[in-house]
């Protein structure tokens, strides 16, 4: 249900801790006692042995939301009942576990979204009958809500179409906040709407229930004197498909998509159609700036029971190519991942894809589609053998390098076939906390390539900059950071800008 890549290439996963008696026990004779439960509901992934541990999460973090700090520590917040107003921290660190905090929310945060802040907080938006925002960590003498009537306009009554809003912060240092099918600008400091967006053509809601999915398109020319910044949503589902699908009517999901560059004047959104209808897809940035659209369903929507016909094969989508010519079909998986399933980037550059439960429980026999304990790998084209003379190695600087704002930086890697010299770019990726198709404080920036110089032996280094320092590009943490060349790129390093 819950998936987050840190800094140390292991994965931290976790469902609810209410769904009954997981197939996983927690070590040491470990149990919650209430109810008494001594199986995990969250374990540890080590990418690089293909292994996994239990974990101890105390409270139910059904449905919750989380970021990671720049200190690399998942901070992870709200939940369900005795979760409802808990902060959870996990460092990475080898036999670390969760910690909790009581009461560490102002309010309840129940399909709330998280987005890390240039200062290094947490804002955190919405949930259920929560039409407001807070901040973690708190700041002393400062309210602890902040009111935000947009979620409440949003509001579709016995319905919502406004959980989990698409939040992302805009190069201006403003939060964009999408929820249902329209999105504003707010000034989080003063709490202040600094623009309003037009509804999407069609007026048909794209979050929770109707779940679609959004990613903020990978930010470029980072040295101009103003830098594009655009947004694209994809999917959802007709206006009153929830309440049709709760009385066994599964109307087709949406087919389009919706790109609007959030940075112009008089923005407008931009019409897409996609190969096939998907709710519930999640979409995950590549490191050559392509978006992967994964997993979900083309009838129904989000909910118990009320998703039909699995969307098997994921879609790449190629920002750079023109309209009517950017999306990509590809090989399908065996494996439906319905509702409760998640994607994320990989250092490696694979998509790590899990889960999938439509039950209110644990159930793997006798219904169209049983929960669902796989991990599966998606193999990006880039992938490929064939490109494999083509794809950069780096050479340095080593991983865990820490790198200040509005330097230059060389980057020397490797390469075993022919330069195509005028192909080469650097990009860093901010690895996201995905849950309910929509992966939080996602990012990409092409930093591009000043200088590319011919170091023999098949050794090249690439000259960039990194991003200037005010933190409204990138936030200070950590990053992957990727060679690129003619779209192939480089497996990650982990960088950390300060």
């Not at 939940?79 to 009461?103: H, K, L, Q, Y």
């Not at 807070?134 to 902040?146: I, M, R, T």
């Not at 000259?463 to 990138?474: E, F, H, I």
Request: glycine residues 8%; charged residues 15%; positive net charge.
């Amino acid at each position: 249900m819950h998936m987050q890549l840190l800094k140390n290439d292991r994965v931290i996963i976790f469902d609810r801790t209410d769904f009954g008696n997981s197939n996983l026990s927690l070590p040491d004779g470990k149990c919650r006692t209430v109810p008494k439960d001594c199986t995990a509901h969250s374990a540890e992934y080590s990418v690089i042995t293909n292994t996994f541990r239990a974990l101890f999460v105390q409270t139910d973090v059904w449905c919750s939301s989380g970021a990671v700090m720049p200190d690399g520590r998942l901070i992870q917040t709200g939940g369900f009942n005795s979760g409802e107003r808990r902060v959870r921290t996990f460092v990475p660190c080898t036999g670390c576990d969760w910690t909790e905090i009581p009461n560490g929310l102002a309010a309840s945060r129940w399909y709330a979204t998280n987005h890390i802040l240039p200062g290094g907080r947490q804002i955190i938006i919405g949930g259920r009958k929560q039409f407001n925002y807070e901040f973690y960590p708190k700041s002393s003498g400062a309210p602890n809500l902040y009111s935000l009537p947009f979620l409440s306009q949003t509001n579709d009554a016995n319905i919502e179409n406004n959980l989990y809003p698409f939040v992302f912060l805009n190069v201006d240092g403003n939060l964009f906040i999408f929820a249902n099918n329209r999105a504003i600008l707010l000034d989080y400091a003063t709490n202040k709407v600094v623009k309003t967006y037009p509804a999407i053509p069609g007026g048909d809601p794209r979050c929770y229930p109707s779940t679609g999915s959004a990613v903020l398109l990978p930010l470029k020319n980072l040295q101009a004197s103003s830098v594009e910044a655009e947004v694209l949503v994809c999917g959802g589902a007709p206006k009153g498909a929830y309440t049709q699908a709760n009385k066994g009517n599964f109307v087709e999901a949406l087919n389009t998509c919706a790109r609007i560059k959030i940075t112009d004047p008089n923005p407008q959104w931009v019409m897409e159609t996609m190969p096939k209808a998907r709710i519930m897809g999640d979409m995950t940035l590549l490191p050559n700036g392509n978006v992967l659209i994964i997993n979900g369903a083309s009838s129904g929507t989000a909910g118990w029971e009320i998703g039909r016909n699995p969307v098997l094969n994921p879609v790449i989508y190629r920002p750079d190519n023109k309209l009517g010519s950017r999306f990509e079909l590809q090989n399908p998986s065996t494996i439906p991942r319905m509702y409760h399933s998640s994607a994320i980037l990989l250092r490696d550059g694979r998509v790590l894809v899990g889960g999938s439960n439509p039950h209110s429980g644990y159930v793997f026999t006798n219904v169209l589609y049983p929960t669902e304990l796989s991990l599966e790998a998606f193999y990006p084209p880039y992938l490929d053998a064939q490109f494999s003379k083509l794809r950069p190695q780096i050479v340095s600087p080593p991983s865990q390098t820490k790198l200040n704002p509005g330097r230059k930086l060389a980057v020397r890697f490797s390469l075993t076939g022919a330069l195509a010299q005028n192909q080469v770019s650097v990009t860093v990726v901010s690895p996201s906390f995905t849950t309910h198709s929509f992966s939080m404080n996602q990012r990409l920036l092409v930093l591009g390539a000043e200088t590319v110089t011919n170091l023999g032996n098949s050794t090249y280094e690439v000259q960039v900059t990194t991003p200037a320092g005010s933190g409204y590009l990138a936030p200070s943490g950590y990053y992957l950071l990727f060679v690129v060349h003619q779209n192939i790129p480089s497996e990650g390093i982990w960088v950390k800008l300060q």
